[in-house]
């Protein structure tokens, strides 16, 4: 996509809602420029690091939502937020992950952030979100702040550790030990030591059968 190019005709569409998405799975900011652009009033620009997301806004250009990766490329979770947050006080940023925690989300909405967006809320889900925000209120899924409450009391949840829940969420998310090991700031061979102390834990043999033990337990 030619970001130029695409901010210049979102500049000559005034009445749509502006979105910025800075991510850098190509799947999921494709999916939610579908989503998006497919309702009819948004115009979006997507990015695939935080730098480009905020040379874009440093140069000027208008946007009534930035949505960015809690761990894409240069964001250093919340440090890229307040930083985007700092280069305009009225700009709604928020922020969109498929691994933080409520903790997390709830320092980010602390901060200041337009929402927080797990990347399991459905297609509908996401667009109303996105139009919510972009409107000026602050969102958050209520199931997934009290998710963790649930978890806590979930029987398959007691046998793991905090990091071994978090490794499992990424394994049902089809994630890579690599990309896991990004998303929260381990070294690779640490995640494959959680993947393989998780799997004799709750009696996996392989990737698959775990996500299916952690689906079926309601675990996410």
Do not use: W
């Not at 490329?73 to 409520?102: C, F, H, Q, Y």
């Not at 979100?129 to 602050?138: D, H, I, L, S, T």
Request: glycine share 8%.
């Amino acid at each position: 996509m030619n970001v130029q190019r695409d901010v210049q005709a979102m500049q000559k569409n005034s009445g749509a809602m502006r979105v910025l998405i800075a991510d850098d799975h190509d799947l999921l900011r494709d999916t939610l420029e579908v989503f998006l652009e497919g309702e009819g009033n948004f115009e979006t620009v997507t990015v695939a690091t935080f730098a480009e997301a905020e040379n874009l806004c440093l140069r000027g250009d208008r946007f009534d939502l930035v949505l960015l990766d809690y761990s894409m490329p240069g964001m250093n979770g919340l440090e890229g937020l307040k930083r985007m947050l700092d280069l305009n006080g009225e700009r709604r940023v928020a922020i969109i992950s498929g691994t933080a925690n409520r903790e997390i989300a709830e320092q980010a909405l602390a901060a200041g952030a337009a929402g927080f967006l797990p990347k399991t809320l459905s297609g509908k889900s996401l667009v109303n979100a996105v139009r919510f925000m972009a409107m000026g209120e602050q969102y958050a899924p209520l199931d997934f702040m009290r998710a963790e409450d649930e978890a806590a009391s979930n029987p398959l949840a007691e046998r793991l550790s905090r990091r071994e829940l978090e490794v499992l969420e990424g394994l049902t998310l089809g994630k890579s030990n690599k990309e896991i090991a990004r998303d929260l700031d381990l070294r690779e061979p640490t995640v494959k030591l959680h993947v393989k102390t998780l799997y004799r834990k709750i009696g996996a043999s392989n990737r698959t059968q775990a996500a299916m033990i952690a689906k079926e337990a309601g675990l996410f």
